[in-house]
């Protein structure tokens, strides 16, 4: 693979994303940093110089992930040669961010082009013969948030028509099955006090 033949030191940065910060996206992210530096340690000519995080953003923009657009900046900066991310949905949900991005990579500084190596698909973009592969993973990753987005609003719709509230549980409020809530009299004495000094 052109990745393991590239010759040389190479400065190398981590680009995660996580869509919410929920606490087993939080554990899933964990997991992913740690296997990143496994396998940066495993590739001696590979020298971390960075991390990139975005926690509880969705994917489907990039101009709304921070993280991403620094990491965009800073690789027009040459601060690195090569990002590594987990997926290709990680990196952009919609194919026009993908193609975009990876193009801006490769050319806005032609004497040090910026790879992305995809570990689930096994992409890296700097492969001349990677287009049609990378097109085809674009068009999936936003095929698959377009559907996740239709299964969330169909959930929405029939919790709503069945009287259930699409929400999490509130300070001193739990949902019941059937939908509704119950007061929780520990926490309601939190939700009391706040109201009375706010109303002061």
Known sequence: MILNSDFGKR????YARVSTE???QVLALDNQLEWYTNYIAQHPNYIEVGRYID?????TSAKKRPEFMRMIEDAK?????????????RFARNISDLIEEVR???????????????????????????NERLQMQGLFAEWESGNK???????YDQRICTGQFPLSDLLGLRHTIEGGFVIEE???????YIFIATAC
């Open 186 to 192: 520990d926490e309601a004495i939190t939700v009391k």
């Open 149 to 155: 987005s239709r299964r969330m609003i169909l959930s």
């Open 22 to 24: 929920h606490e087993a």
């Open 55 to 59: 926690v509880g953003i969705t994917g």
């Open 77 to 89: 900066k040459g601060k690195f040669q090569l990002i590594i991310t987990r997926e290709v949905s």
């Open 104 to 130: 801006k990579l490769r050319t806005t500084n032609p004497s040090n082009p910026v790879g992305v190596y995809f570990e689930t698909e096994d992409l890296y973009t700097l492969d001349p013969n990677i």
């Open 11 to 14: 400065r190398v940065v981590i």
